[in-house]
């Protein structure tokens, strides 16, 4: 009689993968650069809750949407080597650790930072599952339902900053919206074939020219542009940071125009992904300098 295969515990670096640490680090930064945009006295048990709340929810999403998903991840290639579809993490542990993690991510917010600060934490917690992870399977909106979602680490950080959310901080949540429909776009698009493998709805899929994914990219690139020079026509932000804004905002826009060629869409993808990767951090580098530096 054969033995049962044994199954190796899973590893400590098997639940951080889980918890996507990449993708945690950008909600983190964003939350960080509203909290800094907002100007506020300083406070550093605040920051810290702040930061590690903010992370410990981005862990627990990354961790519940992946047992969510853990259907389909197998199914992918991309993703079939994630710790739930490979067997590194057992499912029920995935789903006590994402749910331990958010429930210490809005006690440490409410507690430490303030009501509102854990208000937008829920907000994320509940928008990105359930309503994007589930919107997947059925919409071919996800990817707006999903930047909606991931916009509001900005809103997390302001309202610990500043213990309300003014315009500037909505121009973030703005900003941070618009600017991952290009870069999540791209992505869908260089992936497309595995998205249709599990019948995924979303306009990759859809649209097997490509053109309406590029033109799409490149409307919300523009939508973008105008919002993100709003801080200095309102008076919230310098001539300095409108130049870096605009620049940034051109060489992302350039990048989206040459998605919308047909020919080398493919290459085009990858280059305004990369290009979405290194305008975010300059636009915000650019706004948190500038309100800081230029602060009465």
Known sequence: MNAEPTVAPAKFGDYLELTKPRLSLLSVLTALAGYYAARPAPDGWKLGAMLTGTMLAAGGVASLNQWMERDTDARMSRTADRPIPSGKVPD???FVLGILMCIAALFLLFAKVNPLAALFT????VSYLCWYTPAKRWSRWSTEIGALAGAFPPLIGWAGGEGRVSALGWILFGILFLWQIPHFMAVAWTYRRDYSAVDFPMLPVRDESGAWVAGWSFANTLFLLVVSVLPTVLGLATLYYAVAAVAGGLWFLWRAALFLRPAGRDAAARKLF????????????????D???SAP
């Not at 829920?122 to 917690?125: D, F, N, R, V």
């Not at 990369?274 to 300098?289: E, F, G, K, R």
């Open 274 to 289: 990369l290009t979405s990767i290194a305008y975010l951090p300059l636009v915000l580098i650019a706004l948190v300098a």
């Open 291 to 293: 309100r800081l530096i």
């Open 92 to 94: 029920g542990s995935a």
């Open 122 to 125: 829920l907000l994320t917690i």
